[in-house]
């Protein structure tokens, strides 16, 4: 059986653009095109880029029970999310440990879609769904094209009434040159942005025109992997390369806690009854590392997995790191010791090529107070 047992009806595009569609999900992604990511990142930053992000996976719930089962198998008061509104929320074992993240999309007064990545969202709401009224339904016809960045809003508003006054995390059913969709204004890049939620049929003619239409204005087609630089910036973790999955504590299981993963914030206040709940109330204060940025001096990035050090001892591990050209410094996405995890620390990354020196910095490293992608107008 192939890796890849899902399919984006833009393939071909993707491969016109050089890209040699890596698994991702079970699903070809553009990983690659045969032009620098750099542009792509400074399109996203200062005009608009287009992203297939198909792979993400998105399941229906529906039913008399369907909000039950929301609030079963995620942290967020599912009560207080409304027709046309979404929230980001995370999904944990019994253990009170993080296995996937999500959007909550309420579409409906007993119907929703979630949509996750790569984890295990879709077994954890299959097992929230056992003896209970609600039916569950994979949807991979279902097609996201995500149009990011500044000028994003100015592109749409050109063909969707009422774009301007959709707020953040909430969503709308309208029409995209004629075709039915769902346009959410939700992203992955710390920008303003909206995800097209549209038919596989219609994936390709929205691509086009959106790229044509739009190739004035700078908006360029962009893979998959821009999302790193992106990312790092704007402090958004990626299931499970940010995780003890890929790095994990000697002598014990894979496993995070929110309270680690700078996550805790998606917990509803006073929420329990979640899976997990008890043992998340229970872990918080006894963690064992920290999420933590990491600021380097000089133009090298850090390498994917480099070790962190501080006075000779290794106190962590870069997950992600990247160079921005537009403030022309090199940072990363860090797991630290929670005693290094303090704004200032000095540390060493210990690349392949050598030793860089560095610094312990919180995250987001661009706009923390989420002035852009909350913008109003």
């Known amino acids: ?30 990983w690659t095109y045969d032009k620098d990511a750099d542009e792509e990142y400074v399109a996203i930053r200062t005009k608009a880029g287009l992203m297939d992000v198909s792979g993400l996976k998105k399941v229906h719930i529906t039913g008399p029970h369907a909000s039950h089962l929301i609030d079963l198998a995620t942290t967020r008061d599912v009560e207080k999310i409304y027709p046309g509104k979404s929230a980001y929320a995370c999904m944990l074992n019994e ?10 999309y309420r579409t409906g007064p007993n119907a929703w879609m979630v949509v996750h990545g790569s984890g295990t969202g879709h077994e954890e709401l299959q097992r929230a769904a056992m003896g209970r009224d609600v039916s569950l339904r994979f949807d991979d016809n279902l097609h996201d094209l995500s149009l990011q960045g500044p000028t994003s809003v100015d592109y749409l508003a050109k063909h969707v009434p009422g774009i301007r006054d959709l707020n953040y995390f ?14 959410s204004r939700t992203g992955y890049t710390g920008e303003r942005g909206y995800e097209i939620f549209c038919r596989g049929q219609d994936a390709g003619t929205i691509w ?19 999302l790193d630089m992106l990312r790092v910036e704007s402090y958004l973790l990626f299931y499970p390369y940010d ?21 805790d914030f998606t917990v509803s206040p006073g929420k329990t009854g979640f899976r997990g709940a008890e043992e998340h109330y229970r872990l918080k204060g006894k963690e064992r ?3 933590f940025g990491v600021l380097l001096e000089g133009k090298e990035p850090a390498d994917e997995g480099a070790p962190v050090y501080r006075d000779g ?29 303090v704004q200032g620390t000095r540390l060493e990354i210990r690349n392949k090529s050598g030793a860089i020196s560095a610094t312990a910095e919180p995250l987001p490293f661009d706009d923390p107070k989420k002035t852009k992608r909350t913008a109003k107008g």
């Not at 253990?95 to 909550?104: N, P, R, S, V």
């Not at 204005?217 to 998959?224: D, L, N, Q, S, T």
């Open 243 to 263: 995780n003890s999955q890929k790095y994990p504590f000697e002598n014990e299981g894979p496993g995070d806690t929110l309270w680690e993963l700078g996550l």
């Open 95 to 104: 253990a009170g440990k993080f296995i996937d993240d999500c959007i909550l």
């Open 289 to 291: 590392f920290k999420i």
């Open 170 to 183: 909430h969503h709308m059913q309208t029409r995209l040159f004629g075709f039915p969709v769902m346009i």
């Open 313 to 341: 001892k290794k106190v962590g591990v870069v997950t992600c790191a990247m160079y921005s050209p537009l403030v022309k410094k090199s940072m990363g996405i860090a797991r630290l010791d929670v005693d290094c995890a």
């Open 208 to 226: 086009d025109t959106i790229l044509d239409e739009g190739k004035s204005a700078g908006i360029i087609p962009c893979r998959f992997t821009t």
């Open 1 to 30: 059986m192939t890796a890849s047992w899902r399919f984006s009806t833009l393939a071909d595009r993707h491969r016109a653009l050089g890209s040699k569609l890596e698994d991702w999900s079970g699903m070809g992604t553009a």
